[in-house]
């Protein structure tokens, strides 16, 4: 009564009076009464209508109470999402037992004072039992307020559901709590730092840690606030030309590569999420651009009933929104040095000038082309394996399977394209030939290895040569260092390289009869020169053979060898002489 709740029950009152100085039994008053006014006289008709219009102040009749945005319905008003750190502000709204806001909660020159907190938002709690997350704090009401205050706070941690309770006393004199009809998050503000142990500030080509890429390697993020425990994602995106995707290589890069991995729960403890099984596609260094790592389900409370907006944005918007997303705020350190995870033989061709052999200085019949990759752990090319990123030295491997070493510029190269977009690629067209006779080497693996010194675990896959010896250990996958392991890719298998030599023998007969003089084809064979019955290519043509005279007529020439034999036909002249032939 007057602003101070009181406990009505049905009773009985009994009031004595003298009435015209005349005694009575009293009167008896039996319900719930709230004010009983006693005149010494009688009243006039004006004084019973002016106490019948007369109230006490005793105020409305309260149902309970809703927090709610600023502005919002009192009896079903939406919190949005707040940013953790900042202050933010909602109502609290008095209600009655329609849910409407009641306007006359405090009587005129009274107030009413009540506990805001901020909880758990679990609806399978009661209000009461909640755990009290943020405050509390008291808010007082007075009648000017009209049931209706805002009330400022302030979360210092991440919460993914939370609900307004407030506590206060009802019209029995009891504690009564009312948690709020609606739940909203707090979010961090950002991501505060994405870091590796392969970062590197100066992310120069030749510097360490390296990784090979396609290889896994840990990225952590943390967040701008404590009790963060949702799970950061990356931005997926792919290889496209730099910089359309979220990664940005280093300067100078061919392509931006894909990152692809992903993060563990972040830890309440101390809102830092991690992933040990990231992957990057290309060679080089990466950076991540702003808000390639992010949290978009944190606030899923409000994002699912549009109480945040669509974005990363931390400011109000007319609606006193923020964003449902967060992310790293600005771009990350370089990460890497990333290196080809191995090479590959992509392409080969050639064929031996004749057969099974060649002459040295003879040009094969179709050049040694070959191409090489740089790729990474997926089999893909490495495309920024170029320049000084790419130090991967390409050389010749030439075994006799006899232990003797065969210098390996005789393998002449005609074409040599250091490696560009990932690809290197050359081409030999001969075998070159010594002053000196030597050889033969009739049974010549040629081959090609790769040796990068700025990432010594790189290497050639399905190595089967050697340069040392005639057996090794082959290894498919690139990765062994075991002794005896092949160190090469064979690019020719036993193939015959030989010093040759035309041979023109001498010839005599009569004048009236054909003559024949003999052509061979001869080789060294480490002692001397031998029939070469392999060959069945060399031709010979009017040009190659020079006459002192042609008196005795012009030869024709067999165009071919056979078995290494051929030879220059003359016709029978009809008069005796001589003539001395020379093969050039």
Aim: charged share 20%.
């Amino acid at each position: 009564i007057d602003g101070v709740p009181q406990t009505l029950a049905v009773t009985r009152v009994n009031i004595n009076a003298t009435v015209n100085n005349t005694a009575t039994d009293g009167f008896e008053f039996r319900n719930m009464l709230d004010e009983i006014r006693v005149y010494r006289g009688e009243i006039d008709t004006a004084q019973v209508l002016a106490d019948m219009q007369r109230t006490a102040p005793c105020g409305g009749l309260l149902s309970g109470f809703n927090c709610v945005a600023n502005g919002q319905p009192g009896k079903d008003g939406h919190l949005y999402t707040r940013l953790a750190g900042k202050p933010f502000t909602f109502e609290v709204v008095a209600l009655d037992k329609n849910g409407e806001q009641l306007k006359d909660y405090v009587p005129e020159g009274k107030e009413k004072t009540v506990v805001v907190s901020l909880v758990d938002g679990d609806d399978n709690l009661d209000c009461a039992s909640r755990a009290q997350w943020v405050g509390p704090g008291s808010l007082k009401f007075i009648q000017g307020d009209q049931g209706r205050k805002r009330v400022e706070m302030t979360s210092a941690k991440a919460y993914r559901h939370l609900k307004c309770r407030v506590t206060y006393t009802d019209d029995l004199n009891k504690a009564q709590h009312a948690c709020s009809t609606d739940g909203f998050a707090v979010r961090p503000t950002a991501f505060s730092s994405v870091i590796s142990k392969t970062a590197n500030a100066a992310g120069l080509s030749t510097d360490t840690p390296w990784i090979k890429a396609g290889q896994a390697f840990s990225l952590t993020a943390e967040a701008h606030a404590p009790n963060y425990s949702g799970t950061p994602i990356i931005q997926q995106a792919p290889p496209l030309p730099a910089p359309q995707t979220n990664t940005r290589a280093h300067v100078g890069a061919e392509a931006n590569g894909l990152l692809t991995g992903s993060f563990s729960a972040s830890d309440p403890k101390n809102s830092t999420a991690t992933g040990d099984q990231f992957t990057y596609s290309e060679v080089g260094y990466f950076s991540l651009a702003a808000n390639s790592v992010y949290d978009d389900s944190f606030t899923a409370i409000d994002k699912a009933t549009g109480d945040c907006t669509n974005d990363f944005s931390n400011e109000f918007n007319a609606e006193q929104k923020v964003g449902c997303k967060f992310g790293n705020d600005q771009e990350t350190p370089r990460f890497g040095r990333f290196v080809p995870d191995h090479f590959v033989l992509v392409e080969k061709d050639w064929e031996a000038a004749c057969g099974g052999f060649s002459y040295m200085d003879q040009a094969f019949k179709k050049p040694l082309a070959v191409v090489l990759e740089a790729q990474n752990a997926a089999g893909a090319r490495t495309q920024n394996y170029q320049g000084s990123y790419a130090t991967g030295k390409v050389e010749e491997v030439l075994n006799n399977q006899d232990g003797k070493k065969i210098e390996t510029a005789r393998l002449v190269r005609t074409e040599d394209k250091p490696w560009e977009n990932g690809r290197y690629s050359l081409k030999a067209s001969h075998f070159s030939r010594l002053s000196s006779p030597d050889g033969p080497f009739d049974a010549l693996d040629i081959g090609l290895t790769v040796n990068d010194p700025n990432a010594l675990k790189t290497r050639l896959q399905k190595r089967n040569m050697s340069a040392e010896s005639a057996a090794c250990t082959e290894d498919m996958s690139g990765l062994s260092e075991a002794p005896g392991v092949c160190t090469a890719v064979r690019l020719v298998e036993k193939t015959k390289v030989r010093f040759g030599r035309l041979h023109l023998g001498n010839a005599y007969g009569s004048e009236r009869l054909p003559l024949k003089v003999p052509v061979s084809a001869q080789y060294w064979n480490g002692n001397a020169f031998i029939l070469n019955k392999d060959d069945y290519c060399t031709a010979l043509a009017a040009a190659n053979i020079a006459l002192s005279t042609t008196e005795l007529g012009v030869p024709t020439i067999s165009p071919l060898l056979s078995g290494g034999r051929g030879s220059i036909n003359f016709a029978g002249p009809g008069r005796a002489g001589s003539v001395d032939l020379a093969l050039h």
